[in-house]
């Protein structure tokens, strides 16, 4: 699609992108719907896995090439840049193609968009400042520790925020000098083909990225691989630990992102407003379709009753609605399956002694009837070793519980299989660090919830993954540390000598 067409209310061609072409690829053809009304957007033809060969040679060969493997870190970093702008220039039209693709709210994919731009901008920085490193050495040896491209990496990501996803795994990848094979989510491959359409233009050597939508058997293929070096996943645990499997028994590095079902935390003395806004938008922005999101709540038993109060009646005034609006705060859910899905959870909470105080169905109106919609959910009598408490809903649906002491507390926020993300809310900032000490999870938030940098690192524990993603070491994770020994003398060496005069 040429840059003149590239606005709202065009959607990319049923094209996959391999080796800087973009052809109809040989897999399932796929539908897309605009989950606010169930209308077409387009059909994608997915990758097969005979797509995947070509895309392994079109990498393999821009490795090889000069153009690519000869430049210094800062002309990589020029790509990077560029791509950036280019992302920024195309900013309207990725928000409103990622929401008219995730059913999420404008305002929030434009969001995502401008932090993707700024992720590629944040590694062109890293990549023109990451030194490396002289060793100390002794006698005449010279000794290096130097960090070079893994090849071609190999990148698998959800439908939950495809534009972050994909620049988190593609900016450090082709920072550190690495071709990269994305492979995006068939429920939500239409960001991730235009970005191939954005950075086709500005020119980087064809076949460093190939996008690839496809399902588990393009993305097994993927990971089985023996020329992939790297596979790094945003997803769902029970795939992440497949992965995790196949890349043992290869011996390859993985880093996965996985779920989570995290606890947020309000202290005695937090202060309330401040609290209820964060919970609000910790469990119901993005529809709850967020790994982060805060999806157990404890709340200290001395403020239970009031906090429940003001937290339902403020579930209540949100605004339900269409992703376009303004107004709108909880938009449809991706997918009529993955909707389905959440409503089970929630008849399972019911059966398992949960009490619905707010939510729990679908908005009623002829606004929500064709689109995936389902309102923000509140549950209460449940135990933290509920199984809807232990799972990860990945919907609307939060679940209060009560405590009554830290050390209670602390050992049921860590009773859970996740260890992703905890929110704390209190005034007591030294005391908050400490309580977020004893939690096991990747980050802690405190009087904030959701917040992100490209500079922290991010990652789970536990079942939440393993690595991290951002950060310098974001951008190591894709290069492989090599020594150098140079010896300086010239002599031979001394068991040479000594075998000599023999
Ligand atoms: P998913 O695990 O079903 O799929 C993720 C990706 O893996 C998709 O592209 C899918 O096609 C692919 N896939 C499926 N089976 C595969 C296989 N056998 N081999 C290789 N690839 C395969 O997850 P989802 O439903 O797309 O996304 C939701 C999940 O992602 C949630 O669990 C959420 O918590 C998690 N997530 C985690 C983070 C994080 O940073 N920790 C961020 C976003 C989403």
């Given at each position: 699609m040429s840059a003149e067409l590239r606005a709202p209310g065009v959607f990319p061609g049923d094209a996959i992108y391999i080796g800087g072409h973009f052809r109809k690829g040989g897999g399932e053809a796929v539908e897309s719907l605009f989950p606010a009304d169930g209308t077409l957007n387009t059909i994608v033809h997915c990758a097969s896995q005979e797509d995947v060969t070509?895309?392994?040679?079109?990498?393999?060969?821009?490795?090889?090439?000069?153009?690519?493997?000869d430049l210094l870190p800062h002309r990589r970093a020029a790509w990077l840049s560029r791509i950036a702008d280019a992302i920024d220039k195309n900013k309207e039209y990725l928000a409103w193609l990622q929401s008219r693709d995730t059913g999420k709210t404008l305002r929030e994919t434009t969001i995502l968009v401008g932090s993707a731009a700024d992720t590629m901008r944040y590694y062109a920085a890293v990549a023109e400042t990451a030194e490396e490193a002289i060793t100390p050495s002794r006698g005449p040896y010279l000794t290096l520790s130097r960090f070079e491209p893994i090849g071609i990496i190999g990148a698998i990501t959800p439908w939950n925020s495809p534009i972050a996803s994909d620049v988190q795994k593609l900016a450090p990848a082709l920072a550190a000098g690495n071709a990269v094979i994305l492979k995006p989510s068939p429920w939500s491959p239409l960001t991730?083909?235009?970005?191939?359409?954005?950075?086709?233009?500005?020119?980087?050597?064809?076949?460093?990225?190939?996008?690839?939508?496809?399902?588990?058997?393009?993305?097994?293929?993927?990971?089985?691989d023996p020329e992939i070096g790297r596979i790094v996943f945003t997803g769902g645990t029970t795939v992440g630990r497949k992965i995790a499997e196949v890349a043992g028994k290869r011996l390859v590095p993985v880093s996965l992102e996985l779920g989570g079902k995290s606890p947020t935390i309000i202290r005695p003395d937090a202060d309330l407003d401040l609290a209820l806004a964060g919970v609000l938008f910790g469990i119901f922005s993005s529809s709850g379709q967020s790994c982060i999101a805060g999806s157990r709540l404890f709340v200290h038993r001395s403020l239970y009753e009031t906090f429940r109060?003001?937290?339902?009646?403020?579930?209540?005034?949100?605004?339900?609605?269409?992703?376009?609006?303004?107004?709108?705060?909880?938009?449809?859910?991706?997918?009529?399956?993955?909707?389905?899905?959440?409503?089970r959870w929630v008849a399972r909470a019911k059966e398992e002694g949960g009490k619905v105080l707010i939510g729990g169905a679908r908005p009623e109106g002829a606004d929500y009837d064709d689109g995936y919609y389902y309102l923000p959910t509140i549950i209460e009598?449940?135990?933290?070793?509920?199984?809807?408490?232990?799972?990860?809903?990945?919907?609307?649906?939060?679940?209060?519980?009560?405590?009554?002491?830290?050390e209670t507390l602390i050992a049921q926020a860590n009773d859970n299989r996740y260890g992703l993300a905890c929110g704390i809310w209190s005034k007591d900032i030294i005391g908050a660090l400490a309580l977020g000490r004893r939690i096991t999870a990747g980050t802690v938030w405190i009087n904030t919830y959701k917040q992100f940098s490209a500079s922290t690192p991010f990652g789970g524990e536990k079942d939440s993954g393993i690595g991290r993603e951002k950060g310098l070491e974001g951008m190591r994770a894709y290069m492989v540390q090599k020594s150098y020994y140079i010896d300086t003398s010239q002599a031979p060496h001394p068991w040479a000598r000594s075998h000599e005069t023999d």
């Open positions: 070509d895309a392994l040679k079109a990498a393999r060969a821009a490795l090889a090439d000069p153009a690519w493997c991730s083909l235009a970005l191939a359409q954005i950075i086709d233009e500005t020119g980087l050597p064809k076949g460093l990225v190939s996008v690839l939508p496809g399902g588990a058997e393009v993305g097994s293929r993927l990971v089985e109060e003001r937290l339902v009646a403020a579930t209540g005034k949100l605004v339900v609605g269409h992703p376009f609006s303004e107004r709108t705060q909880v938009a449809p859910m991706v997918h009529v399956d993955h909707r389905a899905a959440v409503e009598s449940l135990t933290n070793e509920a199984v809807c408490c232990r799972e990860e809903i990945f919907g609307p649906v939060l679940i209060l519980l009560p405590y009554d002491d830290d």
